[in-house]
């Protein structure tokens, strides 16, 4: 099966987790002719079959989603409090405190019951590749299986386990980085060059995700040799996004300088907008996911309801000025006549 | 006047300093349909004068020159001088000392006069950006003029400073980051994003560069917008450039694990092979160029003599394991196919 068996356009909404990608917006998506996604990332199953079914109401297309493949992280205790203890200040003066750092499997084996009862179309991994046996009884039930992949080793690894397409994320991608390990050892691949050497070892559809903003873009990575697209920043102001109105806002002030790649919200590498958050813990944030997002997370819920943007976590790509506050159909439709621009232009020369 | 107008091929080889990019790859550059470079950096206004001359010997094509722009970084002694204490240990293997950390403006104004004397048809700067007055005397002089840049911003100025096209370098891309300032805080731009950002802003020419290593990469970049690609990495093995063999041969020895972008050898940030000097000297560089050239300069020619891979800077693209040993009339006729194919392709459709 073809991955464009599942859309009229190769166009596919990334699956942002922290309520983002919620069924309104996947279903636009889909019901605009692209690819919509769920993020199942920070939820419980039961949550997630909540939100497939929601989904099955708005749209009847094919949808995907997304899970965290549980994180394999050792941390000393010692540093975790350490952390915590830096981020007292901030914690302070949101009357709140850093929360436990605990750690989880995102409730994992419940999630891949979910996929397997409700036979999702398609089912995309983020932070590692499962084991071939977990592949094969998802495509057994009928999915079609992504395993999204930050280097030419980990698309080699993800192959030989039996996925049936890569999502390539290059650097500059917004949110988290889906590396299978969260160590300063892995290069950071821009998405052209990841796109070329995967292309030289795998022979499987490739999609092509991270800053992509732009339909000439689109058909610049569809000639390069990817057979759809995933962009996360282009959707995330559309009114169906389910991200925070101070996000949407903050993507489009131009008080922010730019974006940074980051552990110091989760643990895991992310990329978000540069702020005062940011300067001040990203050195000393420690490789621990998911410890840190529990220690973060009570002082982010505070930052939103202070409407404090600068110890929020502001998820964005490299592009991210480009998002605009349409209708994620509109946002579609617009991708698709400036692909089809670019390549007529191309078509007359 | 369009940049077009230089060559037969839309392809810039880029002019790696240090010997790489000399007369002899430079004229087979452009003898091939190319534009080839040549790189001024590190060399006397005298050495360069002679260079030209020995160009215009092998070729009757245009060709350009590039220009490393003063930089302006201040620094402790005391920084030094702990630098240099920790190059100790490498220095004593390799039976030398650390050199003078020196400063010194590259020759910049001879440069400059035999720029004009010798009405160079393609002047390049990598850096930062000229005073209008510096670019408007060589375009009087019948120069067209490129500024190399590294995000949006760096790309306004240097339109507002009067350049003819902007060269875009991506985070991707082997040898040194052209920002204009050596600090932490520029944004690490891949080519897409940064191709994308400032075409919305800069209605110039564009010459997208970093990480091309296959023609299809460049049909997707011309695609995107850019009116040209400069390929560094892909002619660096070539028999025509001047890289010391030992840096050929590393391209395609499997021992190392990829790249990395690092001040350690240099005190600018440049991406070259992980090596045991970058693993070992990576977070103590100080942003101080080129005293800190200065003082591995002895370190790095000690290596070579002694063949130690792992103390030379051996710099590479992100998509270094694709060069190819093969002339550079070659590499260019296969880009071409290549990118002839990948619009083929795209127009069937």
């Known amino acids: 099966m073809r991955l464009s068996s599942f859309s009229k356009h190769p166009i596919i909404q990334a699956p942002m987790a922290g309520g983002t990608a919620n069924p309104t917006l ?9 690819l919509g996604f769920l993020a199942a990332g920070y939820k419980t199953g039961q949550e997630v079959r ?21 994180s394999e992280d050792t941390v000393a205790s010692t540093t975790l409090d350490d952390y915590a ?4 200040h901030t914690a302070k003066r949101l009357a709140v405190s850093p929360g436990d750092a605990k750690n989880d499997d995102d409730d994992w084996e419940t999630k891949l019951e979910v996929m ?51 999502c390539l994320q290059g650097i500059e991608a917004g949110g988290h980085r889906s ?18 050497l995967v292309k030289q070892q795998v022979d499987l559809p490739l999609i092509a995700a991270g800053g992509i903003m732009h339909g000439q873009d689109i058909a610049a990575l569809l000639i390069a040799g990817a057979e759809a697209v995933q962009l996360g920043t282009a959707f995330l102001r559309c009114p169906e996004s389910g991200a925070k109105p101070l996000h949407k806002q903050a993507l489009a002030d131009n008080r922010f300088s730019g974006t940074t790649v980051t552990r110091a919200f989760t643990g895991r590498r992310a990329r978000g907008l540069k702020n005062a958050f940011i300067q001040q813990n990203d050195e000393a944030a420690p490789a621990a996911y998911p410890f ?24 964005a790509g490299q592009g991210y000025q480009m998002a605009l506050d349409l209708p994620a159909a509109e946002i579609v439709s617009r991708l698709v006549e400036q692909q089809h621009e670019a390549l007529q232009a191309q078509k007359r020369l």
């Not at 996947?26 to 692209?34: K, P, R, T, Y």
């Not at 036979?119 to 071939?132: D, E, N």
């Not at 590396?179 to 070329?196: A, I, M, W």
């Open 116 to 166: 397997i009862d409700e036979h999702i179309p398609i089912v995309s991994f983020t932070f590692g590749c499962p084991a071939p046996s977990v592949l094969d009884r998802l495509k057994q039930s009928g999915s079609y299986v992504i395993v999204t992949v930050t280097s030419p080793e980990e698309a080699t690894e993800a192959a030989q386990a039996g996925a049936d397409a890569l």
């Open 26 to 34: 996947a279903a636009a998506v889909c019901n605009a002719g692209g």
């Open 85 to 88: 203890g830096r981020l007292e």
């Open 50 to 70: 909540e939100e497939i079914k929601q989904t099955r109401k708005l749209t009847s297309q094919a949808f995907g989603v997304n899970l965290f493949v549980p």
């Open 179 to 196: 590396s299978f390990q969260n160590n300063n050892e892995t290069e950071d691949f821009s998405l052209l060059p990841l796109l070329r």
């Open 292 to 315: 840190v997002h529990y220690m973060t997370k009570p002082i982010r819920k505070a930052a939103a309801e202070a409407k404090d943007l600068e110890a929020m976590a502001l998820w």
